[in-house]
């Protein structure tokens, strides 16, 4: 088994509702996430939202459904429903700033097998983790424009 742990954050000038309103747009991410060609809401129930995400990449596509337990405006909790990883649990968490910035983060901890399977995926998670909170910055500054510095 192979763990990868992932950290990021940015702190941004715009609001945490505002982020988290994009972070929780699981249908919108393939707009604008690196390798996912769909992404869709299957199921809502009271906090607990089920996602999946179809990432592409070199012609081999990969499926991941999530159960995120949706915090508004503070947390989104992860965890891995079905895929060829072993385990992901992880979370988004959007902490109001004094200064009315947001600080955005991404903390991800993954499991898998080691062997081919592993290395296609692994290249795909480095692209896309390593670029997500990034990308969300970006969206953010499309739907929402620059904010303030």
């Known amino acids: ?5 992932i950290h990021r954050y940015a702190i941004i000038s715009h609001s945490c509702q505002e ?19 769909s992404a869709e ?19 081999l596509s990969y499926t991941v459904v999530t159960q995120n337990t949706m915090e508004p405006f503070g947390r989104i909790g992860l965890s ?25 983060s991404l903390d991800l901890a993954i499991d898998m097998h080691d062997g081919w399977t592993y290395r296609v995926i692994n290249r795909i998670l480095d692209r896309v983790a390593d670029t997500m909170v990034d990308r969300f910055v970006e969206r953010a500054q499309q739907v929402y424009g620059f904010g303030e510095a």
Request: glycine fraction near 10%.
């Open 19 to 37: 982020m988290y309103a994009l972070v929780s747009d699981v249908g919108a991410y393939a707009q604008f996430l690196p390798y996912c060609v």
């Open 80 to 104: 891995l429903l079905q895929g060829d990883m072993q385990a992901l649990e992880g979370q988004w968490l959007f902490r109001d700033m004094q200064d009315g910035h947001c600080r955005v």
């Open 1 to 5: 088994m192979v763990q990868k742990a």
């Open 41 to 59: 809401i299957l199921s809502t129930k009271g906090n607990i939202v089920h996602g999946q995400m179809v990432f592409s990449y070199f012609g």
